[in-house]
C-alpha cells in the first residue's frame, strides 16, 4: 500500500519534469539534473539508486522538507535501513503544504502524505502510540471527500492496533536464520522442503541467475535454487537446472511431500501461471502449466499441493472473490484433471490480498498470509482449519508475534511435526533483502502424523519401477498409491498416525511383498525408516518365506524401545533392509526370504550394539517366527555377544560373512565410544580338549581383535582373550546348547 500512495504523490513529476521551466543558473542545473535523475529511478522503485542522489540534494538544504521527504520514502523502502527513515520524515511533516507542487524540483514543502509515511515508518517500528497519533491526526487534516485515503489510512490504524495487542502476547519461538549457505545479500524466499527435510527448495535473486538479467531495483531474476541435508547442515544451493530455469522469473512454490512434484510459478508477460514440474531420478522435466480450472488470464500467484495429491490450494486474482487475491481449492477428478475452484469463504478471505497458501501434510491444517483480517502490518501469517466433509473453514487466527512482525510475513512452510517452520522475512539482522528462517516452537503440539521413508531394491539395487500401495487394513480403503524415485529407490509416505496399514511394494523385476504397521497407539508423531528389498523374479522356482515378528526391549525394565534395524544378507554382506521401531511398542515385522543366512543389528542411544543371526540356509517352508529382543545399556562390565561372527570349522580364519557385524562394532568404538575400552573373548562348546578349545578360542578373539587395528582401532583399546568352554551361558548336552556355547563376546572395561 505504501507503493500505491507513493504512485499517488510522485508520480506525476517524472511524467511532468520536462514541461518546468528550466533552471537559471548551473546550481539549479545541477539540482534540476540530479532532481530528474532520481525520481527516474523513484519511479522504477529503485530505491538504491535514488537515495545517494537525494541525500546529496538534502546536504545542500537540509532544511528542505521535500527532500527529507524523499529520503525518508527512500528508507521505508529500503531493506536493513527502514528504522532511519523516522527522522527524515519528521521533518517533512513540520513544514508541509496542501498546495504541495508534484511537478517542480524547487518545491521546498512536503505533501500532506508525508504524514502517511510517518505514521507507516512508526508502525515498521513498533512505535504503535507514535503511529496512532500520527495517523489520527491525518484524518483530522485530510479533505473527506478523499475516501480511499482515508480507508487506507484507517487500515494502517487497524495494523497498530494489532500489533499493540499480539506484542503484549508474544509466542515463545527460538527465530533462526539459515544463514551463509542458503541467504544471500539478496531476496530469498518461497522455501518448500521434502517432509523428511532432506531436500530444500527455494527462490532467489542472487548473482549467477540465468540470463543475468537485472531488474530495475537492482536485484537480479528469479531463479530457483535446490539444497540438499547433509550431516545436519545445508549443502551450498544450485541452481535446479535449465529445465525448470530459464532468462525470466521462476519462482518455487509447492513441493510434494517426497520431492517429486515442484509446483512453480511463471510470471508469463504479466499473467502469472503455475506450472508442474515431475522428477525423473534426478533430474526435473520440462514444466507443464496446469489447466483452465488453475490457471485464468488473471494472475495465480501460489500453489500447495496436499499430502495424499488429491488438493491443490491456490492463490488467484480471479473474479467473484472477496477483493484482491483470495485462497482457493481445486480437487483431483477421477480422470486426472482439476474441479472447478471453489472460494474458502470470507473465514479466509478478505478486501485486501491473501497469498502463500500451505495445505499442511495433516490435510486439515492451512497457513496463508493476508494483508487483511488481524495483520500487525503488511501480510501476515495466519492458520485455518478445514473441515473437509462440510467444505468449511475455521475462522483464521494470527500466528503472532514473533512469527509475524510489522513487515511482509509470507510463505510459511511448517515441518509435519508441528515443531517448526521454514518462511521468509524481511526482519532486522537479516543477510540482506527477504531472508529464509527456521522457526522452532519449543511448546508446539505434535501433529497426529507418521513420516515413512526408506528404499526400494530389487536383489539389493535400486528399484527403477517400484510401486507401493497403501491401504487402511480397518476400512479396506486404499489410502494411496506411491512410485518412488526412479534412481534412487527412495519413497517417501506421510500417513495418520492413528490407523492401521498395509503396505504392498511391487516391481516388474521382483516379487511381491507385504507388510503391516500400525503407526501409534496414542496418536503422537512419529517417524518410520524400512527398506524393502524384493528378490528376483525366478520363475520355474518356488519361494519359501519366513515372517519375522519381533519388539525390542530394556533388558531390565522390560520397557519397548525405539531402535533402528538393520537386515543383512550375510552371504554378500548386503544391507536388503532399515526398519525403525517406536517407543510405544517396539515392535517390528519383516518377511525373509529362505534359502538364505540373514544377520540383524540393533542400534539405540545409550544401549549396547546388539545382533541377532537369522540362518534360512536349510528352510523348506513357509513360517512364522518371533524374537525378543533385549538390549542393555552401555555400562562398564556389559557383555554382548556378536552373532553374526563366522569361522570354518576348528579354524580361526574370519570369514567374509563377518565383515558387516565387523564395520558395526567399527563404527561404535571410532564414531560413538570413541574412548571405549573393551576386550574380545572366544568360547567354545565342550568337545574336545581343553587345550585344543583354548587355543581355538584364542586364537579367534585374536582374529578379531587384528581386524579392528587393521581398520583404524587403536591396539591400546583392545585386549583379546580364550576361555574354551569354562563360561557355557547353555547347556552343552544338546546341539542348540551347543551352538550357543560356541561364540565371540566383547566386553566393556571402560568408557
Known sequence: MIKIYLLITLVAISANLFSQNLPDSLDELSTFTKYTAAESFLDDENYGAALPIYLDLISRDPNNANFNFKVGFCYLNTHLEKEKSVSFLEKAVANYSDNYDAEAYTEKYAPIESWY???????????????????????????????????????????????????????????????????????????????????????????????????????????????????????????????????????????????????????????????????????????EKLGSTVNTKYRESHASLSADGKSLYLASARPGGYGGMDIYVVKKLPNGEWSEAQNLGLNVNTEYDEDGPFIHPDGVTLFFSSQGLSSMGGFDIFATEIDNENKKCSLATNLGYPINTTDDDVFYNPTPDGKSAYYSSFRNGGKGHDDLYLLT??????????????????????????????????????????????????????????????????????????????????????KIHRSVNLEPVNFGKSAFFTTVNGIVKDIKTLLPLSVKIEIFDNNNNQLIETIETNQKDGKFNTILVSGKNYGISLKADDYMFFSENIDLTKSKSNKVISKELLLQKAEVESKIILKNIFFDFNKSHLRKESTNELELLIDILKNKYPTMKIEISGHTDNKGSLKSNMRISSNRAKAVVNFLVKHGIDASRLSSQGYAFNEPIATNDTEEGRQMNRRVEFKIISK
Not at 480507508?151 to 495494523?159: G, L, M, P, V
Open 117 to 287: 509515511f510517518l505514521g507507516n515508518a512508526y508502525l515498521l517500528n513498533y512505535k504503535f502510540d507514535d503511529a496512532l497519533a500520527v495517523l489520527n491526526k491525518l484524518l483530522t487534516i485530510i479533505p473527506a471527500s478523499d475516501s480511499s485515503f482515508i480507508k487506507e489510512i484507517k487500515h494502517t490504524i487497524s495494523y497498530c492496533q494489532n500489533g499493540k495487542e499480539l506484542v503484549k502476547k508474544p509466542i515463545d519461538i527460538i527465530v533462526t536464520n539459515l544463514g551463509d549457505s542458503i541467504n544471500s545479500e539478496y531476496s530469498e524466499h518461497s522455501p518448500v522442503f521434502t517432509a523428511d527435510e532432506s531436500v530444500l527448495i527455494f527462490t532467489s535473486k542472487r548473482v549467477g541467475s540465468t540470463g543475468e538479467k537485472l531488474t530495475p531495483d537492482g536485484q537480479y531474476y528469479e531463479d530457483i535454487y535446490i539444497s540438499n541435508k547433509i550431516d545436519g547442515k545445508w549443502s551450498s544451493p544450485k541452481g535446479i537446472g535449465n529445465s525448470i530455469n530459464t532468462d525470466k522469473h521462476e519462482a518455487s512454490i509447492g513441493l510434494s511431500v517426497d520431492g517429486q512434484q515442484l509446483l512453480i510459478y511463471r510470471d508469463d508477460n504479466q499473467d502469472g501461471n503455475i506450472y508442474i514440474s515431475t522428477l525423473n531420478g534426478d533430474i526435473w522435466g520440462e514444466p
Open 441 to 526: 516452537l519449543p511448546e508446539g503440539d505434535e501433529k497426529n502424523l507418521t513420516v515413512m521413508t526408506g528404499l526400494v531394491t530389487v536383489d539389493g539395487k535400486p528399484a527403477s519401477d517400484a510401486s507401493l500401495t497403501v491401504t487402511n487394513t480397518e476400512s479396506g480403503d486404499i489410502f494411496g498409491s506411491y512410485i518412488p524415485n526412479s534412481k534412487s529407490g527412495k519413497y517417501l509416505l506421510v500417513l495418520p498416525s492413528d490407523k492401521k496399514y498395509n503396505i504392498e511394494v511391487t516391481s516388474n523385476k521382483g516379487e511381491v511383498k507385504n507388510f503391516d504397521i500400525t503407526p501409534s497407539n496414542d496418536s503422537a508423531y512419529f
